[in-house]
């Protein structure tokens, strides 16, 4: 098993489309990109962590590919919003990839790079590249929409 950590938004809707894709094996949503070790929710969306509302996904390889999520990440979200998705604003709402290797990071750099020059987007892509640092976010928050019964 890999891991790969995403930043798209608010992490619930996030978890809950990669949940659904065969050759994930589990989700966990949690916090990603800042300052201070084992953040709550509460100090991350005051906004002096510098974390982003992230999932970290433990996928199988030999099922799904790192390049196959990385297209799943640019087509649930705009990466051409800075801090914000949808009516979520603030830089816990931003767009990044959080890379566990060095190959992860080139395939991540390739891929951000092949989507702009397609043309896809008008305006630039503001994706963050970075590597991993991951903290877990309270129990209340996993599988949220699964546990309301609004995830299909």
Not at 70 to 90: A, E, K, M, S
Not at 107 to 119: I, P, Q
């Amino acid at each position: 098993m890999e891991k790969a950590t995403f930043a798209a938004g608010c992490f619930w809707g996030v978890e809950a489309t990669f949940r659904k894709i065969d050759g994930v094996v589990s989700t966990q949503v949690g916090y990603a990109g800042g300052t201070e070790e084992n953040p709550s929710y509460e100090d991350v969306c005051a906004g002096g962590t510098g974390h982003a509302e992230a999932v970290q996904l433990e996928y199988d390889p030999s099922k799904i590919s790192y390049e196959h999520l990385l297209d799943v990440f640019w087509n649930i979200h705009d990466p051409t919003t800075l801090n914000r998705q949808g009516p979520d604003l603030g830089s816990q709402y931003r767009s990044a990839v959080f890379t566990h290797s060095p190959e992860q990071e080139a395939a991540a750099y390739t891929s951000k790079e092949n989507l702009e020059r397609s043309g896809h987007f008008s305006a630039p892509i503001v994706t963050e590249i970075t590597p991993a640092e991951f903290y877990p976010a309270e129990e209340y928050h996993q599988c949220y929409l699964e546990k309301r019964g609004l995830s299909e």
